[in-house]
């Protein structure tokens, strides 16, 4: 089993920055893929980013690439979410995941945070 737990989400103006993390614990973290989605009010929960096992390989919805950067520490079990450019359209709670492989459907992945909430502001 693993525990996954956000942090960093806050309320930030249009055109700024947050960086989200995601700590893990219970498991082995540098054998997992890590997600990061988003839910909006009233919408499905979507694919943000996904990175593979040692980091060297990521993947971006079209919404946020060039914008948003995931990253992971082994040593740390830790992911990130760096979110530049925040735009209103980013408003969302955003969680992280874990599963065996770097895919964007959500049910390929087994272990999910609670979830921390953006809110950016036009």
């Known amino acids: 089993q693993v525990q996954l737990v956000e942090s960093g989400g806050g309320l930030v103006q249009a055109g700024g920055s947050l960086r989200l993390s995601c700590a893990a614990s219970g498991g082995t973290f540098s054998s997992y893929a890590m997600g990061w989605f988003r839910q909006a009010p009233g919408k499905e929960r979507e694919f943000v980013a996904t990175?593979?096992?040692?980091?060297?390989?990521?993947y971006y919805a079209d919404s946020v690439k060039g914008r948003f950067t995931i990253s992971r520490d082994n040593a740390k079990n830790t992911v990130y979410l760096q979110m530049n450019s925040l735009k209103p359209a980013d408003t969302a709670v955003y969680y992280c995941?874990?599963?065996?492989?770097?895919?964007?459907?959500?049910?390929?992945?087994?272990?999910w945070g609670p979830g921390t909430q953006v809110t950016v502001s036009s």
């Open positions: 995941a874990a599963g065996q492989f770097m895919v964007i459907v959500t049910r390929r992945y087994a272990y």
């Open positions: 990175i593979n096992w040692s980091g060297d390989s990521k």
